[in-house]
């Protein structure tokens, strides 16, 4: 069973970047799909960022395509997500989740606070 530990996150100015880092142990990331969520004050948690079941392809949510980007360290056990040109509607508590499902992610970190002050 694979746990997940987040980091890399703070408060930032809007238009600036952060990179988070989800650092995985218990088990070889390798065999598992990974995504990234996130949950604002008084909001669902919603997916921000993730990878395809057999490609891998990285697929992103509309609001932060092209601004964020997910990559996967099979060998280091880690996933980052490098978030630019971040706004204020970016604030919320990010979550790494993994899965060995199609649909659904069983495994989730404690999540890292992202804020961002226009």
């Known amino acids: 069973q694979v746990q997940l530990v987040e980091s890399g996150g703070g408060l930032v100015q809007a238009g600036g970047s952060l990179r988070l880092s989800c650092a995985a142990s218990?088990?070889?990331?390798?065999?598992?799909?990974v995504a990234w969520f996130r949950q604002a004050p008084g909001k669902e948690r919603e997916f921000v960022a993730g990878?395809?079941?057999?490609?891998?392809?990285?697929y992103y949510a509309h609001s932060v395509e092209g601004r964020f980007s997910i990559a996967r360290d099979n060998a280091k056990n880690m996933v980052y997500m490098q978030m630019n040109s971040l706004q204020s509607e970016d604030t919320a508590v990010y979550y790494c989740?993994?899965?060995?499902?199609?649909?659904?992610?069983?495994?989730w970190g404690q999540g890292t606070q992202v804020t961002v002050s226009s």
């Open positions: 990878f395809s079941w057999g490609t891998g392809t990285p």
């Open positions: 989740a993994a899965s060995t499902r199609l649909v659904g992610y069983d495994y």
């Open positions: 218990g088990g070889p990331l390798s065999g598992y799909t």
